[in-house]
């Protein structure tokens, strides 16, 4: 009897896989089944850890057959691919991405419920892995999730660094750093995949050998081979079949370390040789925007490299793919310098490993690769001591003096009895202690050069690589930074995201330009009072998370004003802290006076080394102290620290932002991208004409956007006719009066030294102009003051922000990519085909 008669009861039926099913019952199910099978848990004594690795895991389980017809579809096409090598990748939390991307966060949320418990919690529990400083690393991730949008064939290449950028902590008003410990709960989004470890070579020396046939080749015996293994992390698009991979490399020993070691007897030594490959991959620099030139820095950047080079060839001879195609198989976008080493490891891999004449490698080495540069400051241009480096890299050493050779004939060749152009543009800085010039390197060996803002890129050409760009014009182009709306719309704000659809639909996720219907509302008081509402919720809740994180009490009235970024002078923090003093002062001096409530948000780490970052910290600190207790201000002004600011942080604070800083000095902020993020959630900017913000104001108006401060021709023709600080402090007397508090002890406790280094800064070269901006700055803070109080002037000004924030969807940046010098096409990938043909 196959069918059951009419008086048996109907047996359940499993249409749905425990593995792939969406439906709630089937989510709860794979749900409890995990927290069984892979937490080894009852329900009633799992932790909230338990929970959300049994969700993470329910979640990988749904995105695998995606991950892995990509794979297959792009394996049986060889399809071209984008491999962006990066030493950092600042992903942020993955569950709520991925259940936005795969369009299940209402399911999950509700099958979570059913069970009893709260998906946002859960959210809470993931430790992100802050693989990343700060913009560089958090584009990286921005472009791995528009890629795998779009269908685009990529590969992100990097470094699994076993701690992160460190955890903040605030001690009496310093910062502290403490160590990220991402792993140590487990990391449920990676696979290993230990098949396909390679080794990387390091140190020794080089020798001239004649070969079988009595050609000589050069051999480059190591004194030292450290095994990569690589940890893959699925990167899935935003409503597509796609999920490419982020492929980070882990450093470990070789095993055949110990057994020579038990051949020699030397156990302790060979232990020890073990810690000292593992430490390759042990910690990220925590610097942003300034070049350490630390020896493990160096062996970082060649560990991933290196690595990541045999991954392609190992790929391209999976596909039958001849090396000489690999500039069709592959382009390498280089985020930065910082895996610019890859150009000489690419050229020993083509030459010594592979046979290829020095011609034929080159030709395939200039076709590859592409450079972003992202700075225009002189200190974090990377730069190699000679000795350092060809003790680490004596081959790439010669290679990269032969590069130079060739290139210097050629610059010869175009500007005859220019030797002083040829001293300027060596690979090799002979100006003292000779160095190798990465960013030049990195010129030479790609055959396009970007900027990453329309006036970064001009001020590349015209200043920082001038000489290149009269070189090879031909090679320079711009490309604008952009945010993914996923992360910093759909998943952070929600609240926006459904009054978005209420009015335009949700077409704008996947593009941005369609917010421009919003337009189409600003006139309308009832949207535009939905718009305050809503502002107004998510404000309540950042007052009620700082209440209960840090005891202070904030208005949930007063304007938000917010900057969030790494503490660096050039980005000015202290000139926000002067306009603080400023408006304290004024209150000081008439405690009636009538001022617009504020609540100034900081938050950011610095360099654990950068002492004047660490002492504005602790300055903010320190005048928060004073401000937030102070009876006169009776709460119109409060400062807060928000301490720890990361991706997951981030996610909570722009949504509530209302007025966005971004005063960094004119030609000094490459691009930002904080500044996208903020005014897509509807603040409105401050801020110079500097990088992207040059492109924001262009989009969004000017009657949108307060624009203070010098330009960059002004900075520079204030610097060349000889700039003094000290005149500007003398002659404004509301300057003076700030630069004056900080330095009298107000702010310290009677100590007038604690800040002396700063006010010494200032006063003495200012190097970053503050002096200069103050007046400015203030002007149009009184201006901001204003307008915030014409109620419906400002809800205007936010709704026409965010709607006219198209341009900067990293969405936009990437097609400009792939169409401008990438030339790669989508490839749609077919879910039903695999899974036919394995069934
Ligand atoms: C970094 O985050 C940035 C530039 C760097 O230059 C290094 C780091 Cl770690 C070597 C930032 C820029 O400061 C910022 O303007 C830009 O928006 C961001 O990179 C992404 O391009």
């Known amino acids: 009897q196959i069918l059951p008669n009419s008086s048996e009861p109907l047996k359940e039926v499993r249409v749905e896989d425990d593995r792939t099913g969406l439906s709630i019952e089937t989510l709860k199910r794979a749900f409890a089944d995990n927290l069984f099978y892979i937490q080894g848990k009852f329900p009633e004594i799992a932790s909230r850890n338990d929970f959300y690795m049994a969700l993470a895991y329910t979640v990988r389980d749904r995105l695998l057959r995606r991950w892995l017809n990509t794979a297959e579809t792009y394996t049986r096409n060889a399809s071209r691919t984008v491999a962006y090598m990066s030493a950092e990748f600042l992903m942020g939390p993955q569950l709520g991405n991925n259940l936005i991307n795969l369009g299940i966060y209402d399911q999950v949320n509700q099958a979570m419920k059913e069970l009893g418990l709260d998906l946002e919690e859960l959210l809470e529990e993931e430790e992100e892995p802050g693989l990343?400083?700060?913009?560089?690393?958090?584009?990286?991730?921005?472009?791995?999730?528009?890629?795998?949008?779009?269908?685009?064939?990529?590969?992100?290449?990097?470094?699994?660094?076993?701690?992160?950028?460190?955890?903040?902590?605030?001690?009496?008003?310093?910062?502290?750093?403490?160590?990220?410990?991402?792993?140590?709960?487990?990391?449920?989004?990676?696979?290993?995949?230990?098949?396909?470890?390679?080794?990387?070579k390091l140190g020794g020396h080089t020798e001239m050998r004649a070969d079988e046939h009595g050609h000589f080749k050069v051999y480059w015996l190591p004194d030292k081979i450290v095994k990569g293994i690589p940890y893959d992390t699925p990167i899935l698009g935003y409503k597509t079949n796609t999920a490419n991979t982020l492929r980070l490399w882990k450093a470990e020993a070789v095993e055949s370390f110990d057994f020579y070691a038990f051949d020699s007897g030397d156990y302790l030594g060979a232990v020890h040789q073990k810690t000292v490959s593992e430490n390759i991959s042990k910690v990220l620099y925590p610097n942003d925007n300034s070049a350490q030139g630390k020896e493990l820095r160096l062996a970082q950047q060649i560990f991933f490299?290196?690595?990541?080079?045999?991954?392609?060839?190992?790929?391209?001879?999976?596909?039958?793919?001849?090396?000489?195609?690999?500039?069709?198989?592959?382009?390498?976008?280089?985020?930065?310098?910082?895996?610019?080493?890859?150009?000489?490891?690419?050229?020993?891999?083509?030459?010594?490993?592979?046979?290829?004449?020095?011609?034929?490698?080159?030709?395939?080495?200039?076709?590859?690769?592409?450079?972003?540069?992202?700075?225009?400051?002189?200190?974090?241009?990377?730069?190699?001591?000679?000795?350092l480096f060809g003790r680490m890299l004596p081959r790439h050493l010669e290679i990269i003096y032969e590069i130079n050779n060739r290139f210097l004939d050629e610059v010869r060749m175009k500007f005859p009895d220019d030797v002083d152009r040829l001293r300027r543009m060596s690979l090799i800085d002979e100006s003292g202690e000779r160095y190798v010039r990465m960013a030049f390197l990195a010129c030479v060996g790609s055959y396009s050069i970007n900027g990453v803002a329309a006036l970064h890129t001009e001020l590349l050409q015209k200043d920082v690589l001038h000489d290149f760009y009269e070189m090879y014009p031909e090679k320079f182009n711009n490309k604008t930074n952009g945010i993914t709306p996923r992360r910093f719309m759909v998943l952070s704000n929600p609240r926006l995201c459904k009054l978005l659809h209420s009015k335009i639909g949700d077409e704008w996720v996947k593009n941005l330009y369609e917010l421009r219907k919003l337009e189409g509302f600003v006139d309308d008081p009832e949207f535009r009072h939905q718009w305050r509402q809503m502002k107004q919720e998510i404000k309540q809740d950042v007052v009620d998370y700082i209440k209960s994180t840090t005891g202070i009490n904030v208005n949930v009235n007063s304007m938000f004003d917010i900057q969030a970024k790494r503490f660096h002078e050039y980005k000015r923090q202290h000139l926000n802290v002067l306009h603080i003093i400023t408006?304290?002062?004024?209150?000081?001096?008439?405690?009636?006076?009538?001022?617009?409530?504020?609540?100034?948000?900081?938050?950011?780490?610095?360099?654990?080394?950068?002492?004047?970052?660490?002492?504005?910290?602790?300055?903010?600190?320190?005048?928060?102290?004073?401000?937030?207790?102070?009876?006169?201000?009776?709460?119109?002004?409060?400062?807060?620290?928000?301490?720890?600011f990361s991706v997951k942080f981030a996610q909570k604070i722009y949504p509530a932002a209302e007025l966005s800083e971004q005063i960094s000095t004119a030609g000094k902020e490459a691009s930002g991208t904080g500044n996208m993020k903020f005014a897509l959630n509807g603040a409105i900017t401050i801020g110079t004409l500097d990088g992207a913000n040059v492109e924001i104001l262009e989009e969004v108006g000017a009657e949108n956007f307060f624009l203070c401060g010098l330009t960059t021709e002004e900075v520079y023709a204030l610097k060349a006719k000889g700039y003094k600080p000290w005149e500007y402090y003398k002659k404004d007397p509301e300057l003076k009066l700030a630069i004056d508090r900080i330095a009298s002890g107000f702010f310290s406790h009677g100590d007038p030294n604690l800040f002396k280094p700063l006010v010494d800064h200032l006063l003495g070269n200012d190097q970053y102009m503050l002096m200069a901006d103050y007046r400015s700055y203030i002007d149009t803070q009184d201006e901001v003051s204003q307008a915030y109080r014409d109620i419906d002037r400002w809800t205007r000004m936010s709704i026409l922000n965010v709607a006219r924030m198209g341009k900067f969807s990293s969405d936009r940046s990437i097609r400009d990519y792939c169409e401008d010098f990438w030339k790669i096409q989508p490839v749609k990938i077919d879910l039903k085909q695999y899974v036919e043909a394995t069934a």
């Open 132 to 200: 990343g400083n700060g913009g560089l690393g958090r584009l990286a991730a921005c472009y791995l999730d528009s890629l795998a949008t779009l269908e685009i064939p990529s590969l992100g290449y990097g470094i699994r660094y076993e701690f992160g950028i460190f955890e903040q902590d605030i001690k009496d008003g310093w910062q502290v750093e403490i160590t990220d410990k991402w792993l140590s709960a487990g990391n449920p989004w990676e696979l290993p995949r230990p098949e396909w470890s390679v080794e990387v």
């Open 305 to 387: 490299v290196s690595c990541s080079l045999k991954d392609m060839t190992r790929i391209m001879a999976g596909q039958n793919v001849p090396l000489e195609q690999f500039a069709d198989k592959f382009v390498i976008q280089l985020n930065d310098t910082h895996p610019s080493v890859a150009i000489p490891e690419l050229m020993r891999l083509l030459i010594d490993e592979h046979n290829m004449t020095w011609d034929q490698a080159w030709g395939i080495t200039k076709k590859t690769f592409a450079y972003t540069n992202h700075t225009l400051l002189p200190e974090a241009l990377e730069r190699w001591p000679i000795s």
């Open 583 to 644: 408006l304290y002062n004024r209150i000081k001096a008439n405690p009636n006076i009538e001022i617009t409530p504020r609540t100034f948000l900081f938050g950011g780490k610095a360099a654990p080394g950068y002492y004047m970052a660490k002492l504005i910290i602790k300055l903010i600190n320190s005048v928060g102290d004073i401000v937030n207790r102070d009876p006169d201000v009776r709460d119109r002004l409060k400062v807060v620290f928000l301490k720890d």
